[in-house]
């Protein structure tokens, strides 16, 4: 065995999505339509994620285990998966962003 090789290798596990984020992904696109997922890199801060958008551009962002679990969650709900570093994030998604400010901004206006 190599010097280096436990670095090379996957470790067992860790293209498997926590169960707790699995589920919670897999209710959340049951209960929205038109759902796409949009894989995250993993950066210093936080490991690969996933974005699950709807079709009104509602969105949620968990944990997956890797790009391998993104793409296993993909196959698993039957919805397109998308590497963001490619594709970017869907206008809709920072539409409905946009809205959201706007409707916070209006409530903190309408209780002064």
Do not use: C
Request: glycine share 8%; aromatic share 8%; proline share 4%.
């Amino acid at each position: 065995m190599g010097l280096f090789r436990r670095f090379s290798l996957p470790r067992a596990g860790r293209y498997s999505a926590p169960t707790e984020d699995e589920a919670y992904l897999a209710n959340w696109t049951r209960t929205h339509v038109g759902v796409e997922a949009y894989v995250e890199p993993q950066t210093t801060v936080t490991e690969v994620t996933v974005v699950l958008v709807a079709s009104d551009g509602e969105w949620t962002r968990r944990r997956v285990g890797g790009e391998r679990g993104a793409r296993k969650l993909g196959e698993d709900l039957r919805i397109p998966v998308y590497d963001v570093r490619k594709t970017g994030y869907p206008k809709r998604m920072r539409d409905f962003d946009a809205r959201r400010r706007i409707e916070r901004r209006r409530e903190r206006e309408r209780d002064l």
